[in-house]
């Protein structure tokens, strides 16, 4: 009498690395999907910095929060922000939103991570290590932004 065991792997948490013989099959398609974003992602970083968003003449639209409420969003200001940050202007860019390097820099990282689980590697550790009081700081941070760049003085702020 034998022990037969399976082939297989039981189904894993998506930080769990994957096998080297798994790799090499997730390589062809399920990196697909991340690098195909990185493509579009590019070529819409290309346009930003081809045409100023901020000249009355862009073809870009403006913020949906800030056109239905009045309220400038956390996010107000990024597409120009981004657009100065790629020509050189950081502090042009600073101005329109403070926080555009450090969106760019999550941006990027998450990517890396997508891209790093669809090739079976798994989350890195130091992802995998933040802790949630980390997510909560981030939230207030950016809820604290939003609030003083809404008030009368905070034009600075504004990027306007």
Sequence with gaps: MSLAFPTERPPSGFHIARLASEQQSLVGSAAALPWAVA?????????VVIDNPGDDN???TSCPIRALTGYWCPGCGLTRATHHLFRGNI????????????VLAV????????????TGRG??????RIRPAAYVSAALLLAGFTVLRNLSGAMSLRGA
């Design 123 to 128: 989350v890195p550790t130091f992802i995998r």
């Design 107 to 118: 941006l990027s990282l998450l990517w890396a991570t997508w891209l790093m689980v669809a």
């Design 39 to 47: 493509g579009c992602l590019a070529s819409t970083a290309a346009y």
């Design 91 to 102: 502090a042009q860019a600073l101005s329109f939103n403070a926080f555009v390097p450090v």
């Design 58 to 60: 862009g073809g870009l």
